[in-house]
């Protein structure tokens, strides 16, 4: 069974900053990363890193500021987004994605909520 596990959210004002996890199992997963939806807009992509090698990608809007990493010696793989000098934009649900290569499926968190106030 497949479980994605998020925790780190939050009420924060501008320039403040936040970490999320992501703690998933059931699979072994190629990559794991981050997508957001604000009210009214469509979901879209944030950060990921690849769980062998730790390469990472990261969205425009939060490169420089966001920082996405791995723990693989934990039993779960296990991904943080700390995210800094957090502004008004980034407010919305933040999900967590996982990938699982072999099947080319995508699992998805419940998404965890993150409002910053200016």
């Known amino acids: 069974q497949v479980q994605l596990e998020e925790s780190g959210g939050g009420l924060v004002q501008a320039g403040d900053s936040l970490r999320l996890s992501c703690a998933a199992s059931?699979?072994?997963?190629?990559?794991m990363g981050w997508y957001r939806q604000a009210p009214g807009k469509e979901r879209e992509f944030v950060a990921a890193?690849?769980?062998?090698?730790?390469?990472?990608?990261?969205a425009d809007s939060v490169r420089g500021r966001f920082t996405i990493s791995r723990d693989n010696a934990k039993s779960k793989n296990t991904v943080y987004l700390q995210m800094n000098s957090l502004k008004p934009e980034d407010t919305a649900i933040y999900y967590c994605n996982a990938k699982w290569a072999l099947a080319r499926v995508d699992y998805w968190g419940q998404g965890t909520q993150v409002t910053v106030s200016s």
């Open positions: 890193v690849r769980l062998t090698g730790g390469a990472s990608t990261y």
């Open positions: 059931g699979r072994t997963f190629s990559d």
